[in-house]
C-alpha cells in the first residue's frame, strides 16, 4: 500500500510537470502569434542581433534595418544559430536563458510573410571575410562597398576586428541604402588566436593579419570562403572569382595569385630564406578556400613524417620559422604550399593586381588582355602620391554613393582622374584598370537600384 502511495505521488508530479509545460508551450505561442498580428501591415525588417565573442566583447551580425532594435532573449534564440555564438562553439552564458531550448522550438513560429519563398529561392551567400585592425575601417568599407556594388549573388560578410571599430562598422553598413542592404548579411567577430601564443601571432608581420589562417578554425560551419586583405576592390563581381571553386580538381584546396610574374623583380626567388610555393612564391591577399578540404586534409611538411591537420600545423611551423620569415602569414602558407603544391589553384594576375605588375613596366599579360578584375593596393598605395593610378580608384570608389548612376558617378570621373596620372608608370597602362570595370558597370547599370 505504501509503494502504491509514492506510485501515485511521482504520477501526479509528473501529471502537473506536463501540464504546467504545455501552458507555456501555448503561452509562448499565443504570444508570437499576437506579435505577428500586432507586426501586420508593417514593411519588414532584418534584425540586428548582439553576441558575445570569445573574448567576452561584442560581436555584431545583422543586415541591413531602419533603426535601433532591442532584441529579447526569444528573438536571439530564433533568428541566430548558435553557430554564430563565438568562434569555439561555447555558448554564452545569459543569451538564450532557461528556455533556450523550449523557444528554439518556435523559432519559424514569428517569420516576416514571404521569408520561407526567399529562403527557397535564394541562391547560396557567397562568404567573404577581411581582417581590419588599427586605421583600416574606412579602407575595409570602401573594399566592402566595391563587393556590393557589383555582386549579383547574396553576400555574407565575415568581418574580424579590433573591438572598439565593432560600433563604427554596424554604423556605417546599416547607413546604406536599404536596397544594397538587402545584398548582404554580415557578423563582425572579435580577433581571436589560441590563448597560449596570441600575443605572438597578433604582431607577427602587421597587426592582426595571421589571424586569416585561423579562419578554417574560426568559421567550422562555413564551407567555401574567399579572404581578401582590407586594400583590395572589386572590379567586377565577385561572383566571378567565387566560380573558381567549380575549378578545382579533387584535390585543390585554395587558389591564390603568384607574387611576381617575372622572376627578376620577384622577392621570394631572390631573398627568401624558407621554402615557398612554386618559382616565385604566392601572394595571400586574395585567398579563395574550400575550407571543408582544409580542414580534412592531411598536410606534408619538413617537421615530422606525420602528415598533421591544419590546426596541428601552425604552432610548429611558426616556432620553426619565425625567424627566417619577412612577410609573416604569407609566408608560412608559401611554406605549407611548397610541401603541399598539389593543393594549390593558381589563378592569373589580374585577379590581384598589384603596382609590382606596372612600375618597372606592364607585366601581367592576362590583364593587358582582360583588364584588371581585383585591384590590391599594398604598401600603401591608396594613401600617397606614389601610385596615382591606384589612390585614383580608390578614391572614386570610396565617393561614389550607393545608388547613383555608375556610369556618370562612378566610370567616368575614374577615367578623369586616370587621365591626371599619365607621367607614372602605372598611369600608362591606365586603360587596363578600367577595361573590365567598363564591362561591368554596363552590365549592372539597370540593375543599380536608385533610391533610399
Known sequence: ??????????????????????????SVLASSLEAQVGETGRKPQHRTAFLQGDSGHGVRKGAGKTGPQK??????????????????????????????????????????????????NSPKPMHLAVVACGQR?????????????????????????????????????????????????????????PSENAAEWKKLFK?????????????KDVDSLLYVDTDILFLQPVDEIW????????????????????????????FARHPFYGKTGVNSGVMLMNMT?????????DMTTVHLHWDELLMPLLRKYKLNITWGDQDLLNIIFHHNPESLFVFPCQWNYRPDHCI??????????????????????????????????YEVIQK?????????????????QLQRTTHSYCGRVRHLFTKKLQETVKTIQGTIPRGR
Open 1 to 26: 500500500f505504501i509503494e502504491m502511495r509514492r506510485y501515485l505521488r511521482v504520477l501526479l508530479v509528473c501529471i502537473v510537470f506536463a501540464f504546467c509545460s504545455i501552458l507555456y508551450v501555448f
Open 71 to 120: 532584441p529579447s532573449s526569444y528573438d536571439r534564440c530564433k533568428s541566430l544559430s548558435v553557430s554564430y555564438w563565438n568562434p569555439y562553439w561555447r555558448p554564452p552564458p545569459g543569451v538564450c536563458g532557461m528556455n533556450c531550448f523550449m523557444e528554439s522550438a518556435f523559432r519559424y513560429v514569428n517569420k516576416e510573410p514571404g521569408d520561407s519563398e526567399v529562403s527557397k
Open 137 to 193: 575601417l574606412e579602407e575595409t568599407v570602401t573594399m566592402l562597398k566595391s563587393a556590393v556594388i557589383f555582386s549579383l549573388k547574396p553576400l555574407q560578410f565575415h568581418i574580424f576586428a579590433e573591438d572598439q571599430l565593432h560600433g563604427n562598422f554596424k554604423e556605417v553598413l546599416e547607413s546604406w541604402p536599404q536596397q544594397f542592404r538587402l545584398k548582404f548579411n554580415y557578423t563582425v567577430y572579435s580577433i581571436t588566436f
Open 207 to 219: 597587426p592582426c593579419a595571421s589571424q586569416r589562417l585561423f579562419l578554417p578554425i574560426i568559421l
Open 243 to 270: 566560380s573558381f571553386l567549380s575549378k578545382f580538381n579533387s584535390t585543390q584546396i585554395a587558389a591564390m595569385a603568384s607574387e611576381h610574374e617575372e622572376p627578376r623583380i620577384g622577392w621570394y626567388n631572390r
Open 293 to 301: 578540404r582544409i580542414r580534412q586534409k592531411h598536410f606534408k611538411n
Open 360 to 393: 618597372y613596366g606592364s607585366n601581367c599579360i592576362p590583364a593587358e588582355e582582360e583588364g584588371v578584375f581585383i585591384l590590391h593596393g599594398n604598401r600603401g598605395v591608396y594613401h600617397d602620391e606614389k601610385q596615382p593610378s591606384f589612390r585614383a580608384v
Open 400 to 416: 561614389y554613393t550607393l545608388g547613383e548612376d555608375p556610369v556618370d558617378a562612378l566610370l567616368r570621373p575614374l577615367e578623369e
